[in-house]
């Protein structure tokens, strides 16, 4: 298209042809055919939503609404292409320099219309983060709307626009790991946010006018800056990053409180994540996080002691769950389901309450008390669960409502074994109980080692290269709860066998019961290429714990009628076969880490069943 007339400037209908150009010429890769300041210019004007050419006719409030859209979102394409160096800078530098655009640009936050708000905070947050990339400071205009928003702490779109700015801004620099500029950030909003969630966040507001959808902003800012945190280390100490556990009792009061549902969920969710610090694990950070060390044990105790006083209080009677829901309204078949409310709720506060259990007790809070408060927390968590029909069947054991819940969800499976394995060894050690009768105790409270361990096998067909791909994966906790379990393991065989005895064998490894679904994993060369092997489901495939005694605690009830040798021989053949495929990829040193210790470990158990097969 022609350049515009240089003695005039374009009309508003010339102007959104211009932008429009230069729009499809970036989407093709291509440079704008204006020049540098021509561009700027235009996109100023649009930004500003001026008639440059003084044409009230055609400055309507629909194109003038128009025009500020597309100049909005052609300068966030701009900022994208300088960024994957597919442009050069001198656009940028041009408007955030010698035209001083990011005013013009916060002052589009305030906008009723929420396209417009939303888009202005796109492009002020790419723009920033071109700032502290190329300056590395923050950009002054940003960083003063946003600290005044936070500080009148007014609802609506300008305050919107302020969370997701700045959450969007600090999401970036995560995912590039950029410990500097995170703490830079934080820090130049520290005393305004921890100004503004104290109103907001005060125990007796929870439940007043701020919308779902600002709450929920606000929620994703917390998880923001409690990932920050992990990453900057405990050189960068702020208030702001720690929001999550100094207002923790509150955010539990908006679980109980709050009518939105949506927010409930995704309170607990980030409960759950600051508690397993994993802040951003939907955001694709888990490289990211699992390369730094983790918060102070004692931040997370707090949260944890104010869930378990929640807890004490009555918070679980007053926690919702709807049935499951999915995408269209649509609901599946339920003849097959293990599960029949949400399970993401239902796993949320399943492990919240297992994880603050754990933390409780690494206070050295142990002894016959403290056993008898783990348990009256477990049983709560289990009248919970049936409160809310988790299960389609009865759940007669308790220690099946981990591969109940979390057998579809690898990594909070293993946080949960993970978490139940240390809350056992604890009340094991000051319990002063005979090993028998502890194993019994921990089957009541549904915390017994080897019955969680055994399910796991079973939901895995006994497949010991779904274990080995566990032992590869960064994403689960598996090595460091499995070399735990297998320390135990060494040392209670007895236990061991009669957990065996007490899982039924009689159908094989298929279709053991109907009252339990776990994830198949197949592992069959005759499966459908199209499926990934570990995502394969198999509604037909379960696992159940029959006991046979009057005890339904009992981890020494015996089979109904069959001999226990089949489960037991699986189990170790298991552990056997890990243990040669493991050998030969550190003997070829393809293993990404030593295994030494972990080979003598499934060595000593498979040594032991060969020594007494019956008694392990």
Known sequence: MDVPDRTGLPSTKELFSCLTDCHQSLLTGSSPKLSDHEVGRLIFCGVCGQDPGGDTQEGAESSRWELTCLSLTLLKKICCSVSDRSLHADILSL?????????????????????????????????????????????????????????????????????????????????????????????????????????????????????????????????????????????????????????????????????????????????????????????????????????????????????????????????????????????????????????????????????????????????????????????????????????????????????????????????????????????????????????????????????HFLLLLQSLSFDHSILLDFLISSETCFLEYFVRYLKYLRGDCRGFTAACKALSDTHGSEARSRGLRLVEYDSSDESSEDTPERDKLSGSTAAEVKLQSESVSSAAAVLLDQDVCPTLDRAVSCLSDLREVVTKLQAKKLFPYNPSSLLKLLAAVENLHQSSPLSL
Not at 270 to 289: A, H, I
């Open 95 to 451: 408007l955030l320099g010698h035209m001083d655009l990011m005013p013009q640009l916060v002052r589009l936050f305030q906008e009723e219309d929420q396209v417009i708000s939303h888009l202005a905070a796109q492009s002020a947050s790419v723009c920033v983060l071109y700032l502290l990339e190329t300056s590395g400071t923050v950009s002054p205009a940003w960083q003063e709307k946003c600290v005044r928003v936070f500080s009148s702490s007014h609802p609506g779109p300008e305050l919107d626009a302020c969370l997701w700015s700045l959450t969007n801004v600090l999401k970036k620099l995560l995912k590039k790991s950029h410990q500097a500029l995170l703490g830079d950030v934080a820090a130049a909003f520290d005393g305004s946010l921890t100004a503004f969630c104290s109103k907001l966040l005060h125990e007796d507001r929870i439940e007043e006018s701020w919308s779902g959808t600002t709450f929920c902003l606000l929620l994703d800012l917390l998880e923001a800056l409690s990932a920050s945190g992990l990453i900057c280390g405990a050189g960068v100490c702020l208030t702001c990053q720690k929001i999550p556990i100094s207002h923790s009792a509150a955010l539990l009061m908006a679980v109980s409180r709050r009518s939105e549902y949506f927010v409930k969920k995704r309170t607990l969710l980030l409960l759950k994540r600051v508690l397993l610090q994993k802040p951003g694990e939907d955001w694709s950070l888990e490289g990211v996080l699992s390369a730094v060390g983790g918060r102070s044990s004692s931040d997370r105790r707090v949260l944890a002691q104010s869930v378990l006083k929640a807890v004490a209080d009555g918070w679980l009677h007053s926690v919702q769950v709807e049935d499951a829901v999915f995408f269209g309204g649509a609901r599946r078949g339920r003849e097959n389901e293990g599960l029949k409310g949400d399970g993401t709720m239902l796993r949320a506060v399943s492990l919240i309450l297992l994880k603050s259990v754990e933390l409780h007790l690494q206070t050295g809070a142990e002894g016959t008390d403290s056993a008898a408060e783990v348990n009256s927390y477990l049983q709560s968590l289990w009248s919970f669960l049936r409160r809310w029909r988790a299960a389609q069947a009865e759940v007669t054991h308790p220690c099946s409502w981990i591969s109940l819940l979390f057998g579809e969800q690898d990594d909070d499976l293993m946080e949960a074994a993970s978490a139940s394995l240390s809350i056992f060894l604890s009340c094991r050690r000051s319990s002063g109980l005979e090993d028998h009768a502890t194993m019994e105790a921990a089957c009541a409270s549904g915390c017994n080692p080897h019955c």
